[in-house]
């Protein structure tokens, strides 16, 4: 039974893909990510078994594949060096249809052992996030006027005080 709990608590890895591929040079291989509810880690690694040549792996959305593919501007999300070895890990925080893509980038043909794997884990696939600008000026000024407001209030206690202490008479001193 604890164990069980340790394995459900320690969140749920899913294996998307983990094959040996061929890629002839300057050629890639994409495998589909598709994140339909919760924020994941997108996790790939790769390491050449055949061949003397240079991989890397990418992360990019699929609208951003395609307009690779027509040789449009596209944003990478995630990448590796390019290597005999790589590991890549992201945490996607948006749902949307997503590619892990292994790139040949040298001009020899290599066969590698290609893993991509999505984990779902509450406490690893957070990601933080700032306020936005004009929240984060309001959150400041709100602020400001309530240290204000505190400060004027405990000022005008402690005038209050000292004045009625001046208008009493000392007592005499001690000799």
Known sequence: MILLALILAAGSQLTLFDEVVRLPRSQWRAINVTLKQRPARVESRFQVVRGNAALRAVLMSRDDVE???????????????????GKLSYIVSRPDD??????????????????VGVEFNEYTSFEPRTVPPERRAAIIGVSLLVFAVIGGWSGALLLRASRRQRTQPLPPPFF
Not at 75 to 80: D, Q, V
């Open 67 to 85: 307009r690779f593919r027509r040789g449009e501007e596209f944003r990478i999300l995630a990448a590796t060096d390019a290597g005999r070895e």
């Open 98 to 115: 997503y590619m892990v893509l292994l790139e040949n980038t040298s001009p020899r043909s290599a066969m590698a052992q290609f893993h």
